[in-house]
């Protein structure tokens, strides 16, 4: 598997992101979505990684810078047939030593607060994550767990 920094430009990731927004839409009320669609991460300030098994896009995840020293974990995504192989650990790997490399201190992220999302959630109190209040723009919402850690 190969993780790379993708420029968001290709038919393939905006499919994958897509799939993405529609799934968050179908299981979470529209004011608890907060995943950013293809315009929004392409913005400045974000980093945007895709992992490839061979040719075909298997994951993705980025950081929004927030402040300085702050980041936030943005669109993890694992395509769903591949769920439970490693890929989102691998590529959390990734994803926190680059923001500790480009001089992040703490990582923070919003997901999701229901039953559906408790892999996740698992998988990111594996990789160090405590809850904590929302943080950024973020605003308390029973949909929502805040996460946090330091770098």
């Known amino acids: ?83 439970r192989s490693g890929i989102a650990s691998l590529l959390l790997t990734h994803i926190v030593a680059q923001a500790r490399s480009a001089g992040f201190t703490r990582l923070s992220l919003e997901t999701g607060a229901a039953d559906n999302f408790l892999p996740a959630r698992r998988l990111y109190e594996k990789f160090g994550f405590e809850y904590c209040a929302p943080f950024g723009e973020y605003r308390a919402d029973p949909n929502s767990a805040f996460m946090t850690r330091t770098l």
Do not use: N, Y
């Open 1 to 83: 598997m190969k993780i790379m920094e993708d420029d968001l430009s290709g038919p393939q990731i905006a499919r994958f992101l897509e799939e993405h927004l529609q799934q968050m839409r179908s299981i979470t009320p529209e004011e608890s979505v907060h995943a950013l669609d293809l315009d929004a991460l392409r913005k400045p300030g974000i980093t945007f990684w895709s992992v490839l098994d061979g040719d075909l896009l298997v994951g993705c995840g980025a950081v929004k810078e927030l402040a300085a020293g702050h980041a936030e974990l943005k669109s993890m995504r694992t395509k769903p047939v591949r769920r």
